[in-house]
């Protein structure tokens, strides 16, 4: 494998924003049996917490007047009962849950860094490590622009699960660094220090807004790292993450502005699909059978940003620096059988 691709570079035009950005998306669009194993995978996943939700609802309620009401519509006085003496995945049964405040829930808890149910912080850790082992098949079918086999696609993922872990490790100290020292240096130390002689609410929440500014780009740099490591441990089948973080860093660094367009617009993308849930979120009188179809709906195109985020960057990177000499090695091949691999050591032998 060569080890100066800047050879060939400029023979090349450079990739841009746009064009990455679209290209993603075609391959992902092009891709409907990757989509439908990745929101399977989704709900799959969900399902234990649902059914232990389910059990808990059932329980509680019984054959009474409540839960006759309580499948005619939304009872609010009904759901604070059952929030103040359950437990567990039981807590996060709320109003939050309906429709869009469910998402913004979500996303107001992550930023301000709330301390997770353990339940819920165990399927996040199941989905996470799943989304792990599956990153290395991901990248690998996207980066391609082709099917593959499943064979294939399955020694993909075994292949950079471990490597993977090696770099989540890494990457999971950064996010360690940033909630529990800039998170609380941000919020706590410099926004109580600035707002004390304060008098104006409206600069006030100026100023939070700006720290949340500057905690999201600070996360966004290492998410943008860490994806590009992933691009690069694949394409060019990296064994060393460091090597592959350092890679990506420099990468990175020289081509900053176009990096964080092509994030940016990403993330652009991924605004235009909430603004599309808040406006099409069911409500509480919302018919079962149309809640969950617009839901799945909702699940599929945020599966869809999401691989066009990884996609996106393989394009870009092959579009900057990847060539014939200078890619991945050839496709996984999947091991004979050991009757065959039987065989084949004892016509050796003889």
């Known amino acids: ?172 100290i950064a996010y360690w660094v940033l909630f529990s020292w800039l998170h609380p240096l941000l919020f706590s130390d410099l926004y109580n220090a600035l707002t004390q002689d304060m008098t104006e609410e409206r600069l006030a929440v100026a100023l939070r807004a700006a720290l949340y500014a500057v905690f999201l780009a600070a996360l966004a740099l290492v998410s943008l790292v860490a994806d590009f490591a992933k691009v690069r441990a694949v394409v060019e089948d990296r064994r060393s993450m460091l090597s592959a973080l350092g890679a990506s860093v420099r990468f990175i660094r020289r081509r900053c502005i176009r990096v964080a367009g092509l994030y940016l617009l990403n993330v652009a993308a991924l605004f235009v699909i909430l603004r599309l849930w808040l406006q099409l979120a069911p409500a509480a009188d919302t018919p079962n059978w ?33 060539h014939a000499g200078y890619t991945a090695g050839p496709r996984p091949q999947w091991p004979d059988s050991a009757a065959v691999e039987a065989i084949e050591n004892l016509s050796r032998s003889s």
């Open 290 to 322: 149309l809640a969950l179809l617009l839901a799945q709906v909702y699940l599929l195109f945020r599966v869809w940003a999401k691989l066009a985020f990884m996609a996106s960057e393989a394009v870009f990177f092959q579009g900057e620096l990847a």
């Open 1 to 172: 494998m060569p080890s100066s691709p800047e050879v060939t570079a400029a023979a090349r035009p450079r990739a841009t924003i746009v064009g990455a950005f679209l290209e993603g998306w075609r391959r992902v669009l092009r891709a409907p049996a990757l989509s439908a194993s990745v929101l399977a995978a989704t709900a799959l996943l969900a399902l234990p917490l649902a059914f232990a939700l389910q059990g808990m609802l059932e329980q509680h309620l019984g054959t009474s007047l409540e839960a006759d009401r309580a499948v005619a519509g939304w009872n609010a006085g009904w759901a604070a009962e059952f929030g103040a003496q359950a437990q567990g995945i039981g807590r996060t049964f709320s109003h939050e849950i309906l429709g869009f405040g469910g998402t913004m829930a979500i996303l107001s808890g992550f930023i301000d860094h709330e301390e997770l149910n353990p339940t819920i912080a165990g399927a996040v850790t199941a989905y996470v490590v799943v989304w792990i082992f599956l990153s290395g098949g991901l990248i690998d079918r996207l980066a391609r622009g082709r099917p593959i086999r499943t064979r294939a696609f399955f020694g993909a993922c075994g292949e950079f699960f471990v490597r993977f872990l090696r770099l989540g490790l890494v990457i999971g």
